[in-house]
């Protein structure tokens, strides 16, 4: 069984440990608000990939399907929110300095609604590895499961990786670039997403 599994186990990895708008953000909170402070965003945007894929699996991703306009909105919508995002980063500061807050667990799981990548995966994981012979519930539940379980270290690592950076950003100047970079990289990702 497991055998059958090692293909979605590695898509999952993939999806998850790539850069994408949510990994950005984990490493950019990280590096704000270290590991701690990273956390309930950690935990929202893997559950809301794991509830997100699991009503995919169950026939959301059909709508996609059967109404391409909405995937063209939510590349829009996603986009915008993106460079939104990117403004937003690259005026912020680090440590207890920081106006802004990380975000919330609710924030993070609601941010998978206009996450393009997140609705890629979701849609491949229902299209291509849904188990054959289970029921869909039980299908889209492993595949949810396993999604999560493997998203959780993969964002960890993401966030993780702000924090071990986060020393070199006690000088306003490196700061500003590991910003302005990091904010970029969120601008570049909006333009791919809108391709």
Same mark, same amino acid.
């Given at each position: =069984?497991?055998?059958?599994? $090692?293909? +979605? ?14 990994? *950005?953000? &984990? ?27 699991? %009503?995919?699996? !169950?026939?959301?991703?059909?709508? %996609?399907?059967? %109404? #391409?306009?909405?995937?063209?909105? !939510?590349?829009?919508? @996603? ?5 939104? $995002?990117? /403004? ?5 500061? &680090? ?10 667990? $609710?924030?993070?799981? +609601? ?25 869909? #519930?039980?299908?889209? !539940?492993?595949?949810? *499961?396993? @999604?999560? !379980?493997?998203?959780? #270290?993969?964002?960890?690592? /993401?966030? &993780?990786?702000? *924090?071990?950076?986060?020393? $070199? +950003?006690?000088? #306003? ?6 910003? &302005?970079? =990091? ?9 791919? %997403? +809108?391709?």
């Amino acid at each position: =069984m497991w055998t059958d599994l $090692l293909p +979605l186990m590695t898509y999952c990895f993939v999806m998850s440990s790539t850069p994408g708008p949510n990994n *950005v953000m &984990l490493a950019t909170s990280g590096a704000q608000f270290g590991y701690r402070g990273a956390l309930p965003q950690i935990l929202g945007q893997t559950s809301g990939v794991a509830v997100q894929t699991y %009503f995919t699996c !169950l026939g959301l991703g059909s709508l %996609f399907v059967a %109404f #391409p306009v909405l995937h063209q909105i !939510l590349r829009i919508t @996603g986009a915008v929110y993106l460079i939104y $995002l990117a /403004w937003k980063l690259s005026g912020s500061a &680090l440590g207890a300095a920081a106006e802004g807050k990380p975000l919330t667990f $609710l924030q993070s799981v +609601l941010f998978q609604a206009v996450n393009p990548k997140s609705w890629v995966k979701a849609i491949t994981l229902a299209s291509v590895f849904m188990p054959v012979g289970m029921s869909a #519930p039980m299908g889209a !539940l492993l595949v949810s *499961v396993l @999604g999560l !379980l493997i998203g959780l #270290p993969s964002a960890s690592m /993401w966030a &993780l990786f702000g *924090v071990a950076i986060r020393r $070199l +950003l006690t000088d #306003p100047r490196k700061q500003r670039i590991f910003n &302005l970079t =990091m904010g970029a990289m969120l601008v570049v990702l909006a333009i791919s %997403f +809108l391709r």
